[in-house]
């Protein structure tokens, strides 16, 4: 493992052993996940000793696990090491939770599921422990954790501070965070002082002469290890230098040759196999030796301090101890090693991984095996351990054609769990290779990315588009619709040129079925105005009818952007509760980022609230930037127009995204927020300042949709700030293109404009035509339009006639929580001659958005376990929040929950499943 604990203790680390102690002291009352880094030998692995030690002390249960660089082709396998415990918890699962852990453990032949519900599965498993004694999970090495381990235990520690549990990591620096997020503190450990480095140095070798203690002083630099190893290493003659790594492994292999030839091919087989099991290396190495070697032979490698041996687990000292030993061994040798573990091992996977890694020459035998344990991979859901057996397995095909289809399809993996590194090198292999026209179509897809890779926007939709096309005269349809659904979400997030938007719709009006619902989606971002009529009438077509999950979501998505909300949140309502269901938090935190903005621009405020806070979470868990700017956005301006001060913070970074990956769309959603947050504090010229940039084509922030969003913001910002001129040619475009689309949020907009702008004599008029349309389900837009009747009433001298539409739209502010516009009816009914009183606040306002989703869920009837997993939380965070909600409302049961949110907050619209 790490530092020699009983030579360098823990000298220096006063800091990090009171922080970790804290909060094992404060695990009952909070949970937490810390990270610990820093540089090989800096005494992480001793830390984590400390910390099990500590733990054990205070009576608290520690789990533990340990990443292993040969294990990161087997998913699960070090979050199987950690659960190990905890099995026999299993049955008390959930059944949908059970049978997603036994399938990713390889307990069943049932493919893995997606991984965030084996996330909830494992969460709750450990919950479930901690509520018994807590628990403290302790991880080193997880820089070499399998991806599917990374990622749920990354999942479970964003959700830990209501739970008796503490998490504590450590890596070593030059790998990306295995575990990251706002929830995750993070240690970094400093190399020693000087004095703590007198201290360690003189425990290791007190017979050190003074020049010989100053050398090695320097030459350790601090380094924990290297002041325990280094006064060991026999001085080098050869002169070469060396970085303080190497003449650690150095150090590590120098004892090497003294050992028995038996203990040395033992060793090799134990640092090429990494699991650790001595009974395993054992029998490889009496393999590899022809006679038998016992566990006799470790005794001289334990005396010299390479390895410890505890039960039937050999462990090395440190893992440059088995890097070193790697090194040292010739190729011959470790291929002789490989195969004597490939004739040893439990599991086909291990066997045929070691047969891969002796092969120096082309095996298709090997490579057909390998293909087949990417697989099985997949199937239990580790994409990442698939896409290295399909890149060795490609390595190792003779056919030039077979290996570039390998390659193309461990690429395509690669892409999937998002390394676009690893996507680039098998791009460049594969292009040297005499690739069929068929295989260059993928390239080509992969190469650009399938929906948010927004670098060239042009050319990556015209490139899309004709692979698109070729696949629909090949009869590849669903890989058609696939490929114009990327090119087409281009033409949202940015804007690729009239000539290739043309093109596109082209082909997709050609190659597909226009009666689906998924082609109804691609329609929409192509050409939401163009075929707004056509998009209209189906989808309010198939809005009775039943549509099973995907088509829900489509069919919300192309609501929201043809600009129907009310219609698109049903859509979206609908789809969560399949999404939910089947653990697919990807598109969960999707459908719930869309139905949020949707939610906000009809003006229902709590949803709007409840659907960005979980859509930001979720979009965090599966790494969504874009999702998560559209949260940030809604965030904000429903803080705003609920009362908050200052939301700029929140905008700022969903500008930072939409810029980071050079979006339009969200720089458009930002203007919009922008706009509507100093309209909500009545500062119409910074309204007019950030909205009028969405009708400028060389603006970052330009777009044609967003802008057909906002045109009643925009009149009403322009009237007020003496822009009226400037605003009416722009409101003169967008009545073009409303005679071409029914958009209900651009002919609203556009009728509460023409009020806005008109002359005294037809102003009458206009705001009865506004006023006539059916507003039911735009509670917002219909009491703005209120306010500015009863205000437009009220200045023509007509004051009790302005009374009964300022006190609508305070009424419909009031209960939407618009504070601010509630303020400004109130000020104009006064000005009428009317005095309301004052707004009470209701007490569900003080809660989180969080908080609110659970008392809705709560008020419903659904149990603490249903509600958390419904929302992937564990049932233990569940009920802290409903701890903190019933002093808030006033309550002291369950049974009180619906009354005192409200009827209309206690409808909740985040779907019934319960996993």
């Not at 088995?322 to 061994?329: P, T």
């Not at 594969?430 to 993928?442: F, G, M």
């Not at 389900?777 to 205000?791: C, E, K, S």
């Not at 989703?853 to 409903?882: K, W």
Request: glycine share 8%; proline share 5%; with cysteine.
């Amino acid at each position: 493992m790490g530092v020699d604990t009983a030579t360098a203790g823990l000298v220096g680390r006063d800091p990090e052993i009171d922080a970790l102690d804290r909060l094992l002291r404060d695990v009952r009352h909070r949970g937490a996940a810390v990270l610990v880094r820093g540089e090989a030998g800096i005494g992480k692995s001793a830390l984590l000793d400390h910390v099990c030690g500590a733990a054990a002390e205070r009576g608290l249960r520690v789990l533990a696990t340990t990443g292993v660089e040969s294990e990161t082709t087997l998913p699960f396998a070090g979050l199987h090491q950690l659960a190990r415990p905890l099995l026999g918890r299993l049955p008390a699962l959930p059944a949908p939770q059970r049978r997603a852990l036994k399938a990713a453990f390889g307990m069943t032949d049932d493919a893995a599921p997606e991984l965030f519900l084996i996330g909830l599965a494992a969460l709750t498993l450990i919950s479930d422990s901690a509520a018994d004694q807590p628990v403290v999970l302790v991880i080193d090495d997880a820089h070499w954790l399998d991806r599917p381990s990374a990622d749920v235990l990354g999942f479970v520690a964003r959700r830990l501070e209501s739970e008796a549990v503490v998490m504590v990591a450590a890596q070593r620096d030059g790998f990306p965070p295995a575990l990251a997020g706002p929830a995750v503190g993070e240690h970094r450990l400093e190399r020693l002082d000087r004095r703590s480095a007198e201290d360690v140095l003189a425990r290791r070798a007190p017979q050190l002469e003074p020049a010989d203690r100053r050398r090695l002083l320097a030459e350790a630099a601090g380094n924990p290890l290297a002041l325990v190893e280094l006064p060991l290493e026999r001085a080098r003659d050869d002169g070469a230098p060396l970085t303080l790594t190497a003449r650690l492994e150095h150090a590590f292999a120098a004892r090497l040759p003294g050992l028995p030839d038996a203990t040395r091919d033992l060793l090799l087989v134990a640092a090429l196999e990494d699991e650790g099991d001595l009974g395993e290396a054992l029998a490889a190495a009496s393999t590899l030796r022809g006679d038998e070697v016992t566990a006799d032979a470790l005794t001289s490698a334990v005396e010299v301090g390479l390895v410890a041996a505890d039960g039937g687990k050999l462990t090395f000292r440190h893992p440059l101890v088995r890097h070193a030993i790697r090194q040292r061994a010739t190729l011959a040798e470790r291929q002789r090693a490989h195969i004597a573990l490939a004739g040893t091992l439990r599991g086909t996977d291990r066997q045929i991984w070691h047969r891969a890694a002796a092969a120096d020459a082309p095996d298709d035998a090997v490579a057909a095996e390998l293909e087949d344990a990417a697989a099985r991979a997949q199937r239990r859901g580790g994409v990442a351990a698939a896409q290295a057996a399909l890149e060795r397995a490609a390595r190792l095909t003779a056919d030039p054609a077979e290996r570039a289809r390998r390659y193309l399809r461990a690429a395509e993996l690669a892409f999937e769990w998002g390394r676009p590194d690893v996507v680039d090198r098998l791009l460049r292999q594969t292009a040297v290779l005499d690739v069929p026209a068929r295989e260059r179509a993928r390239m080509t897809v992969i190469r650009e990315g399938f929906e948010e890779g927004i670098r060239d926007v042009r050319a990556g939709t015209r490139m899309l588009t004709d692979v698109a096309a070729a696949a629909a005269v090949d009869g590849r349809a669903d890989q058609a619709l696939g490929f114009l659904r990327a090119a087409a979400l281009r033409c949202w997030w940015a804007e690729p040129g009239a000539e290739a938007r043309a093109h596109l719709l082209e082909v997709v009006e050609r190659a597909l079925d226009p009666d689906d619902v998924l082609v109804l989606e691609v329609l929409s971002y192509v050409a939401p105005f163009d075929r707004g009529a056509l998009l209209h009438e189906r989808l309010r077509a198939v809005a009775d009818g039943p549509l099973d999950t995907a088509r829900a979501q489509a069919a919300g998505e192309a609501a929201s952007v043809v600009g129907d909300f009310p219609l698109a949140v049903g859509f979206l309502t609908s789809a969560l509760t399949g999404l939910r269901g089947d653990g697919r938090l990807g598109l969960l935190g999707r459908a719930l980022a869309v139905q949020a903005w949707s939610a906000l621009n009809v003006g229902r405020f709590d949803l709007a609230a409840t659907a960005a806070d979980e859509a930001a979470r979720l979009s965090a868990d599966s790494a969504q930037p874009l999702m998560g700017a559209v949260a940030l956005v809604v965030q904000s301006v429903v803080a705003a127009v609920c009362g908050a001060e200052d939301v700029e913070e929140g905008l700022a970074e969903a500008a930072r995204l939409g810029l980071q990956v050079d979006s339009n769309a969200v720089l458009a959603g930002v203007q919009f927020a922008r706009g509507m947050v100093a309209l909500d504090q009545g500062l119409h010229q910074a309204a007019w300042d950030q909205l009028v940039r969405l009708s400028d084509p060389a603006d970052p922030a330009h777009h044609p949709v967003v802008r057909s969003f906002a045109v009643g913001d925009l009149v009403e910002a322009a009237v007020h700030s003496g822009h009226r001129a400037e605003v009416e040619p722009m409101v003169a475009d967008l009545e073009a293109i409303a005679a071409r689309t029914p958009s209900p949020v651009l002919h609203i907009g556009l009728r509460y404009g023409r009020a806005l702008l008109a002359s005294e004599d037809e102003a009458e008029e206009l705001f009865a035509a506004a006023l006539a349309a059916d507003l039911g389900p735009w509670p917002f837009a219909r009491a703005r339009l209120q306010l500015a009747h009863g205000a437009w009433l009220r200045r023509c001298r007509r004051a009790a006639e302005s009374r009964a539409p300022l006190r609508a739209a305070r009424d419909t502010f009031d209960a939407l929580g618009a504070a601010a516009w509630g303020d400004r009816a109130r000020q104009e009914l006064r000005a009428s001659g009317e005095q309301s009183r004052p707004r009470t606040p209701e007490a569900r306002e003080q809660l989180s958005p969080q908080e609110l989703l659970i008392a809705q869920l709560a008020a419903e009837g659904l149990t603490n376990r249903e509600i958390g997993a419904r929302l992937y939380l564990s049932h233990r965070t569940v009920g802290t929040h409903l701890h903190r909600i019933f002093p808030k409302l006033g309550i002291t049961s369950r049974v009180a929950l619906r009354a005192a949110i409200g009827p209309e907050a206690a409808r909740s619209t985040v779907g019934a499943t319960v996993i």
